[in-house]
């Protein structure tokens, strides 16, 4: 690496606003940096469960003619996939804590493998089933130990940064395999979607490689399960080889580590103090990740990913081409707009974007909502037709972009990092339970939700809930930028009027 690529790389890590010039914020630009790969890494997780999210969309109507399968077993077969989904969240937090975050993405890229195989191999229903549970369960671990792993791996000042990467990823992958399925549906239909699926099975061995060869475990799972030698190792690199730092790292796990349950806690104990009976801090931290995983998912985000052409048809949008191309422009805009807290949640901070996010949400349903309105009125006049098809695709456009500006990839952030320790790998997997429940609640009902209320009245209802989430935000979560993993128990135990100065302050 040069010089100047020196300088750049550690004025996009440095942890405040000035150039790093002395040997301490050198090291914490060298740190940075490893853990900037291993979030990379981790994140691969992140592109599969995107691509193997979207591959489908394109492969479905070759898998239908080549292998008779009617729409009620597609319908099926792909909405089992957020059920298998559900099951491998819950999963992964056990396995996370037994096994270890890095054992556990090897896990999952395994089974994403073995899902894309398998798949991709089918000849007929029973074989896409059999592979889309492998690909389910997996994509259950792989929303869970991501954010996880990165939350746990990050030094304090850049894992907002880092861990933003996960949902950039995913969205990513997504987008691939939209790319993939557009290049490879000029192929013999025995063919295109097979190679469509299968594709999916390469990035899988290298992140499997990766985890086993590559990613080092995260200093907090290693201290909690009697490993401080190597976990100092560990906060070494992430501090850019800089003992006295590692060495306070170090302290702080410990210390925290010996306030909760030792390493023989059992998982009934676990669900115990997260389901059955939390302290209040805990029940606190938990009420914060179900709300935002809930209102996520509530304000109407899959119904739009969904049901997009559907919804452009009701103002109006009658051409396929021009259906197309707005559904494209959305998820153009998702993948722009959701880098943007990547640079900005360590600056920001979480709330002010949480904040600005389901504001912006609210008003560009609200927008969207009085645009399907018109559109009936709208249908004896062709300027009021294209005025209101203008609007619909401005307003959905604009919902997309301030939903990947907060609540897309921050509340993934949030969840990861103020659990306690011990309860960090299940009560994520709670969380994103949550959150596999609403997206599959808002897919599947969304048809009948504006069948009997119009399509304008379900956007009402879904701006409705982005007012609640502006709420919730502002009324239950404090800010958490810059403080480290150790510190968070405090923001939210309730004494000492703690958190109460927190929620004022918007930075």
Request: aromatic share 8%; charged share 15%; proline share 5%.
């Amino acid at each position: 690496m040069s010089k100047n690529d020196e300088d750049l790389e550690a004025k996009l890590l440095a942890t405040d606003g000035e150039l790093p010039s002395s040997p301490a914020t050198k090291a914490t630009a060298a740190g940075n940096t490893y853990a900037l790969v291993c979030a990379l890494l981790a994140s691969l997780a992140s592109i599969i469960y995107g691509y193997n999210r979207g591959v489908m969309s394109g492969a479905q109507k070759y898998v239908q003619a080549d292998l008779d399968v009617s729409d009620g077993q597609l319908e099926v077969l792909i909405g089992l996939t957020s059920v298998y989904s559900l099951v491998g969240s819950l999963a992964a937090g056990w396995a996370c804590d037994r096994a270890g975050r890095r054992r556990t993405v090897a896990l999952s890229a395994a089974m994403f493998l073995a899902g894309s195989v398998v798949t991709a191999a089918a000849n007929g229903y029973a074989g896409l089933m059999a592979g889309q549970l492998l690909a389910g369960v997996a994509s259950g671990f792989g929303l869970v130990v991501a954010p996880v792993y990165i939350a746990e791996i990050a030094p304090a000042a850049s894992r907002g940064f880092l861990s933003s990467i996960p949902e950039i990823a995913g969205n990513s992958g997504i987008l691939l395999s939209y790319i993939a399925d557009f290049a490879l549906a000029g192929l013999p239909t025995t063919l295109n979607w097979r190679l469509m699926i299968g594709i999916g099975a390469v990035p899988p061995l290298f992140l499997a490689a990766s985890a086993l060869l590559v990613m080092p475990e995260t200093p907090r799972w290693l201290v909690l399960h009697g490993h401080p030698d190597e976990a100092r190792r560990v906060l070494a690199r992430t501090a850019g080889d800089d003992p006295a730092t590692a060495d306070r790292r170090l302290q702080e796990i410990v210390a925290s580590s010996k306030q909760q349950a030792g390493p023989k806690a059992s998982s009934t104990s676990v669900w115990r103090e997260i389901l059955l009976r939390p302290t209040p801090a805990v029940r606190r931290v938990m009420l914060a990740i179900l709300g935002l995983q809930f209102f996520q998912q509530a304000c109407g985000v899959a119904a739009m990913v969904l049901y997009a052409p559907r919804v452009f048809g009701h103002v109006g949008i009658t051409s396929e081409h021009a259906v197309l191309g707005a559904t494209v422009l959305l998820g153009v805009v998702k993948v722009v707009f959701i880098v943007i807290p990547l640079f900005l949640s360590d600056r920001m901070g979480r709330r002010p974007m949480l904040l600005s996010s389901a504001a912006g949400m609210a008003v560009s349903l609200l927008v969207l909502g009085l645009s399907m309105h018109t559109a009936p009125a709208a249908t004896s006049s062709a300027t009021a037709t294209w005025w209101a098809a203008v609007t619909c695709v401005v307003a959905a456009a604009a919902f997309m972009a301030t939903f990947s500006l907060g609540f897309g990839p921050v509340i993934w952030m949030y969840g990861s990092e103020i659990l306690p320790l011990r309860l960090r790998a299940q009560g994520t997997g709670v969380g994103t339970a949550v959150n596999r429940v609403m997206s599959a609640v808002v897919g599947m009902t969304f048809i009948s939700v504006y069948e009997a209320v119009g399509m304008a009245g379900s956007f009402y209802i879904f701006a409705a809930f982005s007012g609640l989430a502006w709420v919730f935000v502002y009324a239950c979560l404090p800010e958490t930028k810059g403080k480290s993993l150790e510190e968070m128990e405090a923001l939210f135990d309730g004494s000492a009027g703690g958190r109460k100065r927190q929620l004022p302050s918007l930075s």
